[in-house]
């Protein structure tokens, strides 16, 4: 017998509906679309195959086969849930041996697995700083940054993007004995990769502690002699006998790594303080053992197949050739990214939703980026390359949106 009352009239949850109505008004309606992986970049999207611009797969294992068969033979040995909070039973071997593998491949003394990437930054801030503390925040960081820096309850310094001199004068007139500079490394939107030795001796001159989160670039940038795909602060050399204890470093584990989860690295005594300090590890089940295992795997081939990265720069440069005479002839503008994150600003939320359909109608996914996401006016096609895409697929790309940019053209006239 169903004893619930309907709403009365006076109820703001009828406001719900009509603001609903006011989010597609706006071109600010999202839609959640059902997907399945169909072999390299392609995916049935709603029951459509399509040619896939959107994944963070960045160096595609994702679908790799030794992921795989890590994943299946661990299911077999571990079983399938952790069954606990690391604090207590959910800390695999497995796990534990991820740790060590990750701390090694990014150069660092220690680094903690966390479930998700999310669920590790809004934890790990207000373990680090609280009220009465400073915080310092790129205008453009991610919004796990943000939310963290919300719920540490320090006082929040938000700093124009990239701006070393307003962050400066802002560190230099701050009264609080502790400081912590947060900011992405490569921003997920534009592409752009942090000046970390720039941001790391602000933090030596004003006693700060800095938090990277390399979401995208770990597995993506690195430097020479085997030091590919090992994250941004070997992008800059800041790893091994260089590491700084000022500098706490956190990445993601479902972009270009393939399977899920995240970790932070940096010395023993700050690892110690967050496995003893943040909430969303102590008080959360701890990541399966099969993710571990598979993220080894992850490893294994960042290490092995070095030809992803090459064929990335090479996906990258065919994309920025393509574009440059389109360029030229539309008021788009490509955003400067060496990174797979290849951001193209159409400006306004429809036209850039126009764009999205127009690829779409090709057999090409790619999303429209809309505030709050992004600045007003400045609404974008986010390009992601992976090194599953052929140099085929960006040419089909280019063409698409060459095609687009004709037809928008002709009906403007």
């Known amino acids: 017998m169903n004893t619930s009352a309907p709403l009365p009239a006076s109820s703001w949850l009828h406001e719900l509906q009509d603001r609903l109505a006011d989010l597609k008004d706006q071109h600010l309606l999202r839609v959640r679309r059902t997907v399945a992986p169909a072999g390299g970049p392609l995916l049935q999207v709603d029951g459509q195959p399509m040619l896939a611009f959107c994944s963070n797969d960045y160096l595609g294992l994702a679908t790799h086969p030794a992921l795989a068969a890590a994943a299946s033979e661990a299911a077999h040995a571990y079983g399938l849930g952790s069954g606990g909070s690391p604090l207590v039973s959910g800390h695999s071997t497995a796990n534990a041996l991820l740790e060590h593998d990750l701390a090694r491949f990014v150069g660092l003394p220690r680094a903690l697995y966390f479930y998700a990437g999310y669920a590790t930054n809004v934890g790990i801030v207000p373990a680090l700083v609280g009220a009465g503390d400073a915080l310092f925040s790129d205008a453009l960081n991610h919004a796990c940054l943000i939310d963290g820096a919300r719920l540490s309850r320090a006082t929040i310094h938000r700093y124009p993007h990239a701006d070393l001199a307003a962050l400066e004068a802002a560190l230099a007139s701050s009264p609080a004995r502790r400081k912590l500079v947060v900011t992405d490394a490569v921003f997920s939107m534009d592409g752009d990769v942090a000046d970390v030795p720039a941001l790391l001796a602000l933090c030596e001159r004003y006693d700060a502690l800095l938090l990277i989160d390399d979401a995208h670039g770990f597995g993506v940038l690195g430097g020479p002699n085997g030091q590919e795909g090992r994250g ?43 496995l003893q300090k943040t ?39 065919r994309l920025k050739a393509g574009l440059a005479p389109l360029l030229l002839r539309k008021p788009w503008q490509l955003l400067p990214s060496s990174t797979p994150i290849q951001p ?45 895409h052929t140099l085929l697929d960006i040419d089909r790309l280019v063409q698409a949106l060459a095609e687009h940019a004709a037809s928008s053209t002709e009906q403007q006239h």
């Open 232 to 274: 941004t602060l070997a992008h800059y050399g800041l790893t091994g006998d260089n590491a700084s204890p000022r500098i706490l470093y956190m990445a993601t584990l479902g972009k270009a790594a393939g399977v899920a989860g995240a970790f932070v690295a940096g010395s023993d005594a700050l690892v110690e303080w967050l």
């Open 279 to 317: 909430r969303s590890y102590i008080f959360a089940t701890a990541a399966p053992a099969l993710l571990a295992k598979s993220l080894q795997a992850s490893l294994q081939v960042m290490q092995t197949e070095t030809w992803r990265y090459n064929h990335l720069q090479q996906l990258i440069a």
């Open 344 to 388: 193209l600003v159409i400006g306004s939320n429809a036209a850039a939703l126009d764009a999205m359909e127009a690829l779409r109608s090709r057999g090409l996914w790619v999303p429209a980026i809309r505030p709050p996401t992004v600045p007003e006016g400045t609404a974008r096609l986010r390009i992601a390359l992976s090194a599953a």
